[in-house]
């Protein structure tokens, strides 16, 4: 599968923003999907995920009531929902897919075999 990741831009804290993840392919539905982000200089880290059916959701405790993912089967893409930005939340945001991850291991990085190219969001102050 082939991601690609789009949405990314400069807001003010407080601001909004929606991220989206399209994956090409007909096996969608197969795939766990997450979002994870990387600031510069910090490694990249978890954000949240949604399970293959779309009906399971996890977020990091860092955007936990801020962030909220969704998925559209008919569209093959995961959404990533950013409601009141903060300037630490600026990073590059990575969207990942794959179809072996299991439900507990589905924020580890190194689980994952297909990613998108990466949206830089940057949230001023």
């Known amino acids: 599968v082939q991601l690609q990741a789009s949405g990314g831009g400069l807001v003010q804290a407080g601001g909004s923003l929606r991220l989206s993840c399209v994956a090409s392919?007909?096996?969608?539905?197969?795939?766990?999907m997450t979002w994870f982000r990387q600031a510069p200089g910090k490694e990249r880290e978890f954000v949240g995920g949604?399970?293959?059916?779309?009906?399971?959701?996890f977020y990091a405790d860092s955007v936990r009531g801020r962030f909220a993912i969704s998925r559209d089967h008919a569209k093959n893409t995961m959404y990533l929902q950013m409601n009141s930005l903060k300037p630490e939340d600026t990073a590059v945001y990575y969207c990942a897919a794959d179809p072996s991850v299991i439900a507990s291991s589905q924020a580890v990085a190194a689980q994952y075999d297909y990613w998108g190219q990466g949206t830089l969001v940057t949230v001023s102050s």
């Open positions: 949604v399970t293959r059916t779309g009906g399971g959701t």
């Open positions: 392919g007909r096996t969608f539905g197969r795939y766990a």
